[in-house]
């Protein structure tokens, strides 16, 4: 495959550097609102005397809360060739459940970086892993997680990338 | 091994809650589809949920700007609704492992179907996996996001 000069040695190196640590605190309000969201009726998320009767023994977030524990900035800022963003999708590894009371810190970093030309013309396909750590330590869960940046750099947005994530 | 499913801790489901055990599934069985008629409200509060403001999601002048016919809904909320699909069928004795999903098309907010089918079932390690094929798509019955998810269920003779 012929090395694309879209992706430059700076962008190269951003792979394997971490995100600065977020460190989200999951209360039972966040689990309620992120639940109602996304329309979720499950006990284990709003029920206490239920989930602790459950085979899970208390209250827990739906898998997918994570989503919303987003990870902080990167050292430094990543030098986006386009302007337009897509969410290609995501790969999700559940470990352990999150509980109300949890505190969850949010690590992401770059894996991979390359180029494909499809109908949107040439697009920078990003893969980044994300791991979520409890306060006892441990994984409770990852997200591998591919973007997808394509379009001319728009002098209107300042460089913000406009689309969808 | 799921920190959940540990041999002899089982315990009885409470309520609504129900056990899925491992023995009574097999491949090729489907998982009760979950139907979702999304409306901007929902785009907006899961966006105050989730923390994607993106306008796209709710402001339709935006989308429009962007080529789209109206405002489209967010990724991450269509990979919760399969999410809650798998964990409505797997109930709270069982815990999905992985769960992927690719977001092939743009969904506007017409009626949506979350489908899930059985592919494969093994043991390992002691534990019971579940293989899963996951499908959401629109009002033309057009899949816009498959996905996949392998799940773990308490096994009887565990």
Known sequence: MPESSTITEEMRSHIGVESTPATYEVSRWDIGRFACAIGDDNPLYADEVAARESAIGGMIAPPTILRSFLPGASPKPFPEPFAHILDA???????????????????????????????????????????????????VATQETTTITFGEPDPESGGTLVGTV | MSPRLKSGQHKPSAGKLKTLWFEDVSEGDELPPLAINPDTRQLVMYAGASGDFQPIHYDKDVAQKAGHDAVIIHGALKSAWLAQMVTDWIGDSGWMREFSVQYRGIDYLDRKICRGRVTGTRTEDGAGLVELELALEDEAGEVTTPGKAVVELPRRDA
């Open chain 1, 89 to 139: 999708g995501s790969n999700y590894r559940f470990f352990h459940p999150v509980r109300v009371g949890d505190s969850i810190t949010v690590v992401r970093s770059l894996k991979e970086l390359f180029t494909k030309t499809g109908r949107l013309g040439e697009m920078l396909f990003k893969v980044q892993e994300i791991t979520y750590t409890n306060q006892l330590g441990q994984v």
